[in-house]
C-alpha cells in the first residue's frame, strides 16, 4: 500500500467507523449486531486504518475473541473464509471511498443466497476441518493477492 493510498483511506474512516471498531474489538457490539455486513465492515475499516497484512491479522484477532468472550463458539471461527473474504474486500476498495460507498457497490459480497467464495473454492474444501483452523489457497479460482493495488 502506498502511503498516499494509506492517508486517502484514513480519511475515508469516519468517526462512526471508527466507533464501530473500537465497539467490536472490546466485545461491546451486540450480539444481534454480528450480520455478514458486520463481519465485511469490520475488515473494511481495519484494511482502510492499516496496511493488508497487519490488517488481517487484526481482523482475525478480532473475530476469534468476538466468538470467544461474546458468542461463546469459538469453534464457529474459520481461517479462510476471513482471510478470502479480508483479500476479496481489499481488492475491491477504490482511494478515499467511504463505507457506505462501498457497502451500496459490493452486492457479491453481501449476497448470502450466492456466496461469492465458491466460486473461489469448492463446498469440500471450504467445509473442511483444516479450512476452518487454518487458511487455505482457492482450488477453483485463485483469490486475489494483498500485493494487488486496489482500484483508483
Request: hydrophobic share 45%.
Amino acid at each position: 500500500m502506498s502511503a498516499a493510498f494509506a492517508r486517502k483511506a484514513s480519511a475515508a474512516v469516519g468517526t462512526d467507523d471508527v466507533e464501530f471498531l473500537r465497539r467490536f474489538e472490546a466485545c461491546a457490539l451486540p450480539e444481534r449486531d454480528w450480520t455478514h455486513l458486520a463481519h465485511i465492515r469490520v475488515a473494511w475499516v481495519c484494511l482502510r486504518l492499516d496496511a493488508p497484512k497487519p490488517a488481517l491479522d487484526r481482523v482475525r484477532r478480532g473475530i476469534l475473541r468476538y466468538n470467544t468472550e461474546v458468542l461463546r463458539r469459538a469453534h464457529r471461527y474459520h481461517d479462510t473464509v476471513t482471510v478470502a473474504f479480508t483479500r476479496l474486500i481489499y481488492a475491491r476498495m477504490r482511494d478515499g471511498e467511504p463505507w457506505q460507498a462501498f457497502a451500496e457497490r459490493v452486492d457479491d459480497l453481501l449476497d448470502r443466497d450466492a456466496p461469492i467464495l465458491f466460486r473461489h473454492y469448492s463446498a469440500r474444501l471450504l467445509d473442511s476441518a483444516e479450512a476452518r483452523r487454518r487458511f487455505v489457497p482457492a482450488d477453483l479460482l485463485p483469490l486475489p493477492a494483498f500485493e494487488q493495488a486496489p482500484e483508483s
